[in-house]
């Protein structure tokens, strides 16, 4: 790292957040790692308990979708222009719906946050400390989950189920491969590679994505009741 | 060696030294007339020899349709905006600017970064981050801002259509219900802002109040001489077309 991108790297990380009432929760992982379905479990354990909780996905802002999807189809993205629109899709739910979610004092469970950004996006080349600048509006999340499994049992899973891989997701942009699986594999191994740092980096809580749906289940709701004060997030007057 | 470089990390895959054309930058408010003299700038390198490409904003196949759906809209925050206004910008700068300069051409921005930087600050847009956002662009070979008094400002907007533009007025920043008392704030703004990147970036001033043909006799000195610097003299531009894509990382 020279000094300029050390320099970038302090500053986005010493940018001044306000403190909010609600609390952020995130999960990441590899394609496969069973992190969404986590998350949903969580979500409904949240809504049973009558705590206020907002989920939010990935990708999945209405402005840019039409315009992520032409870019994919068209193949028509760059890293950074793939970089950049993923972080507009972001910023606008972050400004319009996590961040006065998160104000108003809910507990917002994210699927995928930065951290998908900085693993992919550096995997296609684009600089750790650019995007870790891009993103340095963000809250940091109070917990983040990372579920680590074994590469080939994530590639397993996504190659037996799907075999229909799209360009981008199969890494194809990189030109590593010009077989689609092959380059699946070396794409998921990369971007594995990049959350094994950014775990120590950004204090992520491991859970072993080996272990049954249901005790992962377990492990992900204690460590949220003990992290989490959920009493304080009941709504008003009970659900 | 071309001298290219850019303001900070350099866009992945883009080596510098291959980009053989000039990029020529002209900044400045709306009817400072920087489309007439752009025209003109055009034709007359044309007619020397050098290949001309142009980008405005947005123009890209990317994001450009979509961009200004938003615009009309006015539903995004202005961080959401910005970025989005980024993704056009680079779309057009990795897509047809960095092929026009291997190719040897000579490029005419009609705005760049420092009005998609100016704009954002306005909104509360914090410039450190605007200015990391923009590490991976190309420093130009020369920008040039068109400067015009806010009272020519008004004269020039009201001659070419007898009414204010609802963003060159600022009214998305509630700074007047009054559009006009709100553009002569907003463009007092917009200056000041720009004053700070013209000492920040070395913008060279052009006094835009005078006639177009005075302006465009300016422009041509200035922007002769730059391209004469980069590529050499006219009707000999280099015909070294950039050679093979530059190679992906990872590859």
Known sequence: MTAETATLVRRAHAVAHPPVAGRLVAVEGLDGSGKSTQIHLLHQWLLGL????????????????????????????????????HATDFADRYERQILPMLK?????????????????????????AWLRSLYGFALRP?????????????????????????????????????????SFRM?????????????????FVTIDATRAIHEQQELVRAIVAERLDLAHFHHQGGA | ??????????????????????????????????????????????????????????????????????????????????????????DQLENRIVPALRAGSVVLADRYIFTLIARAAIRGVDHEWLEALYSKALVPDATYFLSVTSAGLVERTFAARAALDYWESGMDLGLSRDWFDSFLVYQRRLRAEYRRLESRFGLERVNAGRSIRAVQHDLRTRVGAVVERTLGPANGPGDDNGGAEAERPGA
Do not use: H
Request: charged share 20%.
């Open chain 1, 142 to 182: 109070d917990i983040t989950f990372y579920f680590r499994l074994p590469l080939e049992t994530a590639l397993g899973r996504i190659l037996d189920g799907r075999p229909q891989l799209k360009y981008f997701e199969a890494g194809m942009d990189l030109g590593l491969s010009a077989d689609l699986q092959q």
């Open chain 2, 1 to 90: 060696m071309s001298g290219k470089r850019f303001f900070g990390t350099p866009l992945p895959g883009v080596s510098a030294d291959r980009l053989l054309g000039a990029l020529i930058v002209i900044e400045g408010p709306d009817s400072s007339g920087r489309s007439t003299q752009i025209g003109l700038l055009g034709q007359w390198l044309e007619q020397q020899g050098y290949a001309v490409a142009q980008m405005g904003l947005r123009r890209s196949q990317l994001v450009g349709a979509e961009l200004e759906a938003a615009k009309q809209g006015n539903v995004l925050s202005p961080r959401t905006m910005a970025l989005f206004y980024a993704t056009d910008f680079f």
């Open chain 1, 104 to 128: 108003a004092g809910y507990v917002v469970l994210c699927d995928r946050y930065s951290f998908t950004a900085f693993a992919r996006d550096r995997v296609r080349g684009c600089d750790g």
């Open chain 1, 187 to 203: 794409f998921q191994r990369a971007v594995m590679e990049q959350y094994e740092q950014l775990a120590g980096e950004f204090g």
């Open chain 1, 50 to 85: 009558g705590c206020k909780v907002f989920f939010s996905e990935w990708n999945s802002s209405l402005l840019v979708k039409e315009a992520t999807k032409k870019g994919k189809k068209r193949q028509l993205l760059t890293p950074t222009t793939f970089s950049l629109i």
